[in-house]
């Protein structure tokens, strides 16, 4: 059965239930204010009479209730579209960031802003393992000089930078 059909007949079966007791009550008034019921209207004249009013009502109520369950099963199914869509999306990011190759193609049910966005997270992981695979291999460097002093070159080098100090007076 349809959630619609299952809506409608729980809803029906609830206005019969609330409408049963109304009728009794009825009844019961004109029994107890000892009211003679008149030999035209009977019951039937008395229901033929209300019928036209309570029917218009009711359907205009129920196209109400209707549409607007409607619009909330569309909303809540949306909502239950979006929150799969979302958990697909956080799955395969999963998946792209663990170093696993995913075709994307295979998943039409994301979104263009989801699918640039993964794209941009599998071209990221690349670049990151591409880097890594080169920075872990150094290029040996040459063993630095033994000179002590750093022969005449560093000692012109330090007579440059050499700032004259002014001695104190003695005394």
Same mark, same amino acid.
């Given at each position: 059965m349809n959630t619609a059909q299952v809506k409608k007949a729980i809803k029906k079966s609830a206005q019969q239930i609330a409408q049963e007791p109304l009728e009794l009550l009825k &009844?019961?008034? /004109?029994?107890?204010s000892g009211e003679e019921l008149k030999p035209n209207a009977g019951p039937d004249m008395h229901q033929d009479r209300s019928d036209p009013e309570i029917p218009q009502d009711e359907t205009n109520y129920k196209k109400q209730v209707t549409?607007? @369950?409607? /619009?909330?099963?569309?909303?809540? %199914?949306?909502e239950l579209k979006d929150i799969r869509r979302q958990k697909i999306f956080k799955d395969l990011m999963q998946r792209i960031q663990n170093g696993e190759d995913v075709p994307l193609e295979e998943f039409a049910e994301l979104s263009f802003e989801q699918k640039d966005v993964l794209k941009a997270q599998i071209q990221a992981? $690349? @670049?990151? &393992?591409?880097q890594q695979v080169t920075s872990s291999v150094d290029m040996p460097q040459a063993k630095r000089g033994r000179k002590m002093g750093g022969g005449q070159k560093g000692a012109? $080098? /330090? %007579? %440059?930078? /050499?700032?004259? $100090?002014?001695?104190?007076p003695s005394g």
């Open positions: &009844n019961v008034a /004109r029994q107890v549409e607007q @369950d409607g /619009r909330h099963l569309q909303a809540l %199914e949306s992981v $690349k @670049d990151r &393992n591409l012109a $080098k /330090r %007579e %440059e930078t /050499r700032v004259e $100090k002014p001695v104190p």
